[in-house]
């Protein structure tokens, strides 16, 4: 058997142990269903499909089906869930069911209702974690799998590295998957054999040919070293990967007292993380989007991570699948989450 076979590709129906992440305001239909195509799984950011490409959700999946009917996934925020919004997430995973997804990656709060909507018709939920609490927590709400999101990824980091994760994490039954840090294909083929039933790349798919975000946005990711990547809290009032461009090393990289203090606060916090919501969606949507007549690099905020170091080039999204794939074509063991002790 070979490490391509994994409890992940075998749970999906997928060729490739490979996901392209959600991400807001990065993932258009185009490249979802680029890496889908080749054998990956994408994963659609209905914030991002609907508010910044401009799509209703259930065209958006059909445009996407008229490139690939192979499987693709969708992203599911729950945290900071008003009841409107709430309503309005739940609407969206019954259209996505309706139109054939079935592969659901929750992030934040508890993923129960999501898993109760979405098993009965055969679906798969998996949950972003950064630490051992919130994977019992979304055990406990019955996902299928775990996406270990690491110290080294692009958007909202974790804590702890890959191989803390996998040793945290690794009795606990389910297929983990790797997201953070992965740029290359050796760096994938590492993620395998260390005990990882799947890989789940962000940044790398930024620099690709389908993705819709600025050119100069993919150019800065290509050009970037590791020490480029920093951690703002002057976005979204928790620390978020960007790249050091000369408009966060003027404003910094803390959020102002005030925000702090707001922060801090038992009621407060509330309504300065939906001011934060709202100001860093549209700041986060205008630094991927816009450029050309302005000067791309006055007020922008690039989200990627430290895999930057791995991403030399802007290239078709399926290139990238298939580089994995063939990196993998030696034989190996298929893996789940590492074995209990
Ligand atoms: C620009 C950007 C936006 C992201 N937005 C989301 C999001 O909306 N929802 C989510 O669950 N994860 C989001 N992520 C995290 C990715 O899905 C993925 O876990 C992460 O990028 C993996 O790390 P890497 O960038 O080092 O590959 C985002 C990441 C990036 C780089």
Redesign the pocket.
């Known amino acids: 058997m070979s490490l391509l076979d994994t409890a992940l590709t075998r749970q999906l129906g997928i060729e490739v142990p490979l996901i392209c ?7 258009n239909p185009e490249l979802v269903a680029a890496v889908s195509a080749a054998g990956g799984i994408g ?1 659609v ?1 209905p ?2 499909m609907i508010y910044v490409y401009g799509h209703d959700l259930r065209e958006g999946l059909r445009l996407i089906r008229r490139t690939t009917d192979k499987p693709i996934g969708m ?1 599911v ?1 729950i945290e900071r869930s008003s009841k409107m919004y709430l309503d309005r997430m739940k609407a969206w995973v019954d259209v996505a069911l309706e139109e054939g997804v079935r592969f659901f ?1 929750t ?1 934040l709060g508890n993923p129960r209702w999501v898993v109760e909507r979405v098993a009965p018709l055969g679906g798969v939920v998996y949950h ?1 974690v950064t630490e051992r609490k919130w994977a019992e927590k979304g055990l406990a709400g019955g996902v299928h799998g775990l ?1 270990a ?1 690491n110290d ?5 980091a974790g804590p702890k590295s890959a191989a803390q994760l996998v040793d945290e994490l690794g009795d606990l039954g389910v297929p983990l998957v790797c ?5 290359d294909e050796a760096a994938f083929g590492a993620a395998l054999e260390a005990g990882y039933a799947g890989v ?5 798919f ?1 620099a690709t040919d389908e993705c819709g975000a600025h050119a100069d946005y993919k150019h800065a990711i290509v050009a970037a070293t590791e020490s480029d990547i920093v951690l703002t809290e002057r976005v979204t009032g928790v620390p978020l ?1 960007v790249i050091r461009t000369p408009y966060v090393e003027r404003i910094g990289t803390k959020a102002g007292p005030i925000a702090r203090w707001l922060l801090r606060g038992r009621r407060t916090k509330h309504w300065m993380r939906t001011i934060y919501a709202l100001r860093s969606a549209w700041q ?1 949507k205008r630094a991927s989007l816009a450029g050309g007549a302005r000067e791309a690099t006055s007020k922008d905020y690039w ?5 930057v170091a791995g991403i030399d080039r802007v290239e078709p999204a399926g290139a990238i699948v298939r580089r994995c794939a063939a990196a993998l074509s030696v034989s190996g063991t298929a893996r789940t989450a590492r074995p209990r002790a």
């Open positions: 992440g959600a991400m807001y305001p990065c993932s994963v950011q914030l991002s992203n925020l990656v992030s972003d996406i999101v080294r990824a692009g958007g909202h997201a953070g840090g992965v740029g789940q790349m962000g940044t790398r930024i990967s986060l989200q990627a991570g430290k895999s």
